[in-house]
């Protein structure tokens, strides 16, 4: 039975990984799993200097879900490139560094400052929702989508995943941007902008106001959405958004994605990732599936 | 490998209004616990899918149980809430770092809880020995007065006086001349900015377990900051993780 998958020439030994900041840079959950049964981790999403954050309250619970707006807290490019880069390439995964700023000339000092890491791909971020600056602003406009892809991707030797906003009205737009742009790969969806009120302490649930929805309850909106961008552009998809169990991974995979991402299921289970890699190997023994490429896109 | 365990319930009761206690059958998290230390429940219900972050009350005299007590505060709680002795319930920890029983050797020890901050020191005043005052804020009824009273000289303070003094921990600390060389506590913020300034004005090396929302339990997430006085060394920013860090800090490192 085969499991790995190609991205942009890198070869995964099965196609799960885990979403940006759901999972640090995993050394937190090395204690609960085996980082090496991963085909990728991606770490939380770092900027050129350090990051405070949003106040608390960050996360909110919500039905099936929650709302975070964390803020991109990060301790900035040096420290992670000293710290956990070495701890990450103890382990037989891929690493995936997402990338955050606030401006074009922040995103490519942290894209440079990768280029001679040993890293295996790089995640631009242009969907974080929470976030004045930066982030979703270049998210939500097909031309700067594309700008901001070609000059990350003149800089970067690694290949370029483009983390996608579902905050818009037509993601193959978007999509198509980022292909233009010289995008090796596309990453969706990021979290949805939403809201919660405390009604007894009426006031919003989080500091922040608003905050980005994952979990299952926007896990139909991600599958339809990497189901339209895969019969829309030629590059290879990462799927996530509520993914939990191998079935909701599979349909990810049934629509279009190369690969998967888990992410807020995490928190539920601090193994769901590697759960999700043996429930995709007991599926293909179960229908006789030898390679998991056969199941990339097969539902048209 | 760390694990979240599925745990057999021993018993489960009500002990005040909305306040139940129960045991939890697990080897593994109690003989590695800590007083101070947490752990976080899981609910059945999948629509609801972040942990709630209990501490542990008292871990069993046998090593293979533990004990949490817990306020419904809300639906998760409501669903703890209605299980019986031999129904199963998803459990990870011990997490975060506990009260550090080292700094209370030998000395005046005084610990304050206020609500469903009082649970926690019940462990912690099992494991001190010496000279050991309890103060402790209830709403109005009381629980775990008992557990308390059997390994700390206990005083209590009550917000509708029915019992000890009337107004809050602070209050029943002044009126009873309580000294001590160290404080431990754990309660909502006003009450540990309260302690805080006490022990700053009179010197007294004071730590204090905070509360924020989580998501990971594990330190992961950044969800549970809280801001620190310094640039904190994992974070390089002035946040700590209430999960990892904390839940007990030292007083002179943490904003209220
Ligand atoms: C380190 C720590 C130790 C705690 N120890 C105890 C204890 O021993 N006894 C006790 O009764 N309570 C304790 N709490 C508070 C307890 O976690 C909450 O009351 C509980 O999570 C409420 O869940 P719910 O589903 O009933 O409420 P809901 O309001 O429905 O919960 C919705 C979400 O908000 C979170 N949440 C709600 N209130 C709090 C809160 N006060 N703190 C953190 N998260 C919250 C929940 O975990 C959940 O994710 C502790 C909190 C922390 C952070
Ligand atoms: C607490 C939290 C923090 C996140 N931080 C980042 C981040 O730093 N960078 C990023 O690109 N996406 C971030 N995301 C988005 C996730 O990577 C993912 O795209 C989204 O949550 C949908 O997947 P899920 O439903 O499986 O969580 C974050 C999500 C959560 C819940
Ligand atoms: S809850 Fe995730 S870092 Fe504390």
Redesign the interface.
Known sequence: MNTKVNLAGVELKNPVMTAS????SG???S????LSRLGAVVT?GVANV????NP??????T????L?A?GL?N??ID?FCERDLPFLQKYDTKIIVNVCGKTTEDYCEVVERLSDEDIDMMEINISCPNVKEGGIAFGQNPKAVEAITSEVKKRAKHPVIMKLSPNVTDIIEMAKAAEAGGADVLSLINTLTGMKIDINRRTFAIANKTGGLS??AIRPVAVRMVYQTAQAVKIPIIGMGGI?SAEDALEFILAGATAVSVG????????AAADVIDGIEDYMNRFKVEDIKELIGAVK | MKTKELCRIISQEMIGPEIYSMWVQTDRIADQARPGQFVTLYSKDRSRMLPRPISLCEIGDDKKSIRLVYRVAGEGTREFSRLRSGDDIEVMGPLGNGFPMEEAQGKRVLLMGGGIGIPPMVETAKQLSGDVAAAMGYRDALFLTEELSRCASLYIATEDGSVGTAGNVMDAVRENHIRCDVIFACGPKPMLKAIVDYAGEHKIPCWISMEERMACGIGACLACTCQSKEVDGHSHVKNKRVCKDGPVFPASEVEL
């Open positions: 900041g759901t999972f640090g050394m937190e959950y204690e609960f799993m085996d939380k350090p990051w405070p954050g608390t309250p960050r996360i909110a619970e039905c099936g879900g929650m975070n964390i807290q301790p900035g420290v979990g299952p939990a807020t299921a995490n928190f539920s289970n601090p193994c």
